[in-house]
């Protein structure tokens, strides 16, 4: 491989970057003490002003001002329990992580507080304020609210109670689901139709190779093997993760949840919950969801068919008995098969023109051209593994520094990564403007996101890194140095703080690029030879695109629904939820004794009564793409410019609503989604929001 096109930053000149990854459990303590106490102080000074001494400086600024602060020392304390390879490192971040959190509930309830920022407002009633200021303003009004802060003393108490427990339950149940360590063990002939580099990489005890449940083991044993006992066993104790422990975990927490939001005023945990983002209702929701599923059950319906022929098939070569009916542990496998019979794409062979050095340098020379930006690799940067690279972004036409981003791309047991996927991380350069002068501060932001798939290890005799997983089009560009485009004023405001139903469209937007033929052919070479990936084989994958995309989203509707169940109605079991949406929407039933629910990380990692949002913000994502992009080039610059000015830049600053249409030049529309899932749609197909 040829060098990268991009420079190397001594990272000498990135002092102030503050960002510590050494930290021992002791320091991570003391670090979470001193943190603690700091930022308490600042609300105790807002807290004991009197009500008409509150300025813009004395209140606004002050709390703006340690949030940043606290936001970034949070996020190094809390980090490493995700990637330290020390179990004692990670032991006391989660730790930190639960104390930290039990404080944001105690800073979250603070009354005093509140009443300052509410005699601010009145106090700037008529006067002149920045639009964001005025936002940021507005919106701690609204969140106090949120919290209960103008409903009796009694009630705050039982609130923030409820919060404190939602905190400790949502950390035990990704904990458990983290530090899982089942494996099982199979003979080679058990693994029949896996690829022998595999195979190799598996531990080895005997005659016993050992697969654990994690998605780089996972996923390809489901995918590719062909002994139906081997992957009925596998996904059953795949489902049934920490099963014992995070159902009562999840029971419990959604009725905390129901709790809080009837003492809130709400209906349901839902509607609480939704006020905030674009649906607005889980009436809206149920709607949507509703309305995507019938389109989608016509195609669903036929490729179940054509599984089942494939898997009569496959019984009547192997000797197997064929039973009429599909699986849970059968559709990976047979959809594997619908793309390798139907669009003749071979995986293991189109792989090899994935090299993840080449694929990684393709991704950051198309965000550098299409957003106007530049990368430099910074030299002997500090990370928590050897394996971490540290990169600076640059403005490209003006060469201010915009900010930092880590790339952490392969898969460790070691800590227990998100499992199967690589982690970005950004750290932020951005300005707290003073709200009465022309005073600027500089300050760092920290946001650890799993977003670039990782590539899985080969053998030494075989070659380097293969990225499969872009390959297997689930391979999504990162989406976290388009956040590096941000240009908020306020931390409330900045990387992935808009509306949790868009949260996910700048990342889903950027799959449409690994399903176009130019970006390809720019991030694929073959591992061995060099050379380009074949155009037949290129048109093959791109095809392939449409390959089970009805069940594929008819699923994604089912755990929408299970999420908005649980959250809406009260007294339900989470695994008979979802064994009957199975049924009745993917005609394919859960496993006995299963409870998917329960390794469901998305129900207590913040996506609560929100799953929807990824096949809600998918609808923006590909109005966006073919809108503009598709009409006007995909690597055109100015699209680009606009799209970093318009969508990247303002944030949560702006609602997203707002942000679309400026964009787009109209009011969204469902046609390009619909239309990329297979779907025959009328022009003017409406806006993804039904009435």
Known sequence: LTPPPWTVLPAALWKENRLRWDLSPEQIRQRSDDLIQNTKEVYDGVGRLELDAVTMENTLKALADVEVEYTVQRNTLDFPQHVSPCKDVRAASTEADKRLSEFDVEMSMREDVYLRIVALQKKTEGTSIAPEARRYMERLIKLGRRNGLHLPTETQQEIKSIKKKLSNLSIDFNKNLNEDTTCLSFTREQLGGLPEDFLSSLDQAGDQLKITLKYPHYFPTMKKCFVPETRRKLEEAFNSRCKEENSVILKELVKLRAQKSSLLGFSTHADFVLEMNMAKSAKKVASFLEDLSRKLKPLGEEERSILLQLKQKECEKRGFVFDGQLHAWDTRYFMTQVEETRYAVDQNLLKEFFPMEVVTRGLLELYQELLGLSFQLEAAAS????????????????????????????????????????????????????????????????????RLPAARRLAPDVGPPLNGEVTEGHGAPPSDPLLLCLQADYAMFSGTHVERDFVEAPSQMLENWVWEAEPLQRM?????????????????????????????????????????????RTGLDPAEEYGRLCREILGIPASQGTNMPATFGHLAGGYDAQYYGYLWSEVFSMDMFYARFKQEGIMNPQVGLDYRKF???????????????????????QEAFLQSKGLTVEPDAGTPCPC
């Open 383 to 450: 990370a928590w593994h050897p394996d971490v690279t540290l990169y600076c972004v640059r403005d490209r036409a003006t060469g201010h520094v915009v900010g930092q981003f880590y790339l952490d791309l392969y898969p460790r047991s070691e800590p227990q990564k998100e499992p199967g996927r690589g982690t970005w991380c950004r750290v932020r350069t951005r300005t707290c403007v003073s709200l009465q002068g022309g005073e600027v501060r500089p300050r760092r932001l920290l946001r650890p996101a799993a």
């Open 524 to 568: 694929s070479r073959h591992y061995k030879t060099g050379k380009p990936i074949p155009a037949e084989l290129l048109d093959k994958l791109i095809k392939s695109r449409l390959a089970n995309t009805g069940l594929f989203n008819l699923r994604q509707i089912v755990l929408a629904k299970v999420d908005q169940a649980l959250h809406t």
């Open 647 to 669: 969508i990247l830049q303002p944030g949560g600053s702006e609602d997203a609503a707002d942000m679309l249409r400026k964009f787009l030049g109209r009011e969204p529309k």
